[in-house]
């Protein structure tokens, strides 16, 4: 009779797969869409930040629960979801799971590595007006390219904690300079639903710190080496750490949003310029040594989840080729050395840059789209399906509560993803 292998015990020094994807799921847009909440609706939103924070931590601890306790990557999990297979010319069959990441991961990924270098150009065109935005998008889509090409996991976990290190200190300094109303600030926990509200509400429970890269966490928790059950609780205490530090951000820009915005009655342009905006306020206020580190904190932001995407998705991409190919467990097939990963990284970087001197075209715009917003639901949705199956070992499929958990976030980023299709279909 075996013996199970003793449990890792939590401690902060082993942290680091889930700083990783909450730091890259934390975009420009997401502390945009926070801002503006709390400028329109001052801390009457804080509730929906609160439980979106939650979900995400049930989402990532479902993704987790699945890698260390099947031994299974979430694709190989996704390949045997019920339905008919595919024959694809790499040798190997595909079913309906994998033929949408694959066309997903395409299409996603060029129109994802344009917006990608666009927003991290900003910053630094904002402080360094010697290039124009175009071309240090291109610079930092290169240098992108080249850290996550060279580097191992280790060296990227460490510039992404680095990364980190520099938003918090940024955005929580900013939360305290703009010397929060504390008795308002908790009365934002009760949930309401202020007129105009719905929109924002959704976003913030469902938009802030969820992207595919959600889905790479297992593949981080395999390159830090974490495997098996024992690791349990220390990838719980990882994500929960992580996904807490997350809230922590939304509270902060909730925050400067109803102190700064609100308060003031200023709006901020649509669209990632609109955190340029946030400087030039910020530079009339409180002096340009605060705007210049809101730049930097807005640069951390960016190129945090630019590298982030470089790395986890194409780890993913290697996992779907393995599977198309028919040689799934060849270790030659998988990893950050591997032809496929590289190719993934190619296409992230080079084919982008022809969007960023040309508008982007309609048809591929709207299939962008339509491809996103249906991600997170077919992640929740697997997921649940997946810690419920035979596939899982009976001690660790999911209880009540992540179930409800799973769920929940299932049906919100359902209903997101109908938001969002009916505003690409109504123009």
């Keep these: 009779m075996s013996v199970a292998p003793p449990l890792v015990k939590p401690r902060l020094s082993l942290v680091g797969p889930g700083i990783v994807v909450a730091a890259t799921g934390i975009g420009a847009g997401d502390l945009l869409a926070t801002l503006i909440a709390g400028g329109r609706f001052g801390y009457l939103l804080l509730w929906a930040a609160l439980l979106g924070t939650l979900l995400k931590i049930a989402l990532a601890e479902g993704v987790g629960r699945w890698t260390l306790a099947s031994g299974r990557t979430l694709f190989d999990g996704w390949a045997r ?3 008919p297979g595919v024959k694809v010319p790499g040798g190997g069959t595909l079913n309906w799971a994998g033929l949408y990441f694959g066309i997903y991961a395409i299409i996603w990924g060029f129109v994802y590595g344009a917006s990608a270098m666009t927003a991290t150009g900003l910053p630094l065109t904002a402080l360094f007006p010697v290039l124009d935005l175009k071309t240090w998008g291109m610079i930092t ?5 080249i850290l996550v090409w060279l580097g191992s996991y280790g060296l990227f976990e460490k510039i992404m904690t680095g990364l980190v290190a520099i938003m918090f200190v940024t955005v929580v300094g900013l939360a305290i300079l703009v010397t929060p109303d504390l008795p308002r600030l908790i009365t934002g926990v009760w949930p309401t639903l202020p007129e105009g509200s719905g929109f924002y509400t959704l976003g913030l429970i469902g938009g802030v710190g ?3 890269t959600m889905a790479a966490y297992g593949y981080w ?3 830090k080496g974490w495997k098996g059950p024992e690791f349990m609780p220390v990838m719980r205490w990882d994500n929960r750490i992580a996904y807490g530090m997350t809230g922590v951000f939304v509270v902060a820009m909730l925050i400067v949003g109803a102190e700064l915005l609100h308060a003031a009655g200023i709006a901020l342009a649509s669209g990632d310029r609109g955190l340029l905006n946030l400087s030039d306020v910020l530079r009339e206020r409180f002096g340009q040594p605060i705007a210049i580190l809101f730049l930097v904190g807005f640069l951390a932001t960016t190129f945090s989840s630019l590298i982030g995407v470089w ?3 194409s780890l993913m991409v290697t996992d779907f080729v393995a599977h198309a190919a028919g040689r ?8 950050s050395k591997s032809p496929a990963f590289r190719a993934y ?3 992230l970087t080079f084919p982008p840059m022809a969007l960023l001197f040309i508008d982007r075209p ?3 715009i709207v299939a962008y789209g339509v491809l996103g917003s249906l991600f997170m639901p077919f992640l929740a949705g697997t997921l649940v399906w997946l810690l419920n199956g035979r596939d899982q070992p009976a001690e660790w499929r999911s209880g009540w509560l992540s179930n409800a958990s799973l769920v929940l976030a299932a049906l919100l980023f359902a209903v997101l993803a109908g938001q969002q299709l009916y505003e690409i279909i109504a123009g």
């Design 210 to 212: 969820g992207t595919i």
């Design 311 to 313: 790395q986890g998705v």
């Design 221 to 223: 928790l395999t390159a």
């Design 81 to 83: 979801l019920p339905g």
């Design 362 to 364: 309609f048809g591929l």
């Design 141 to 145: 889509g290169v240098i992108g390219l």
């Design 328 to 335: 799934v467990g060849d270790p030659a097939m998988t990893g």
């Design 345 to 347: 990284l190619l296409w």
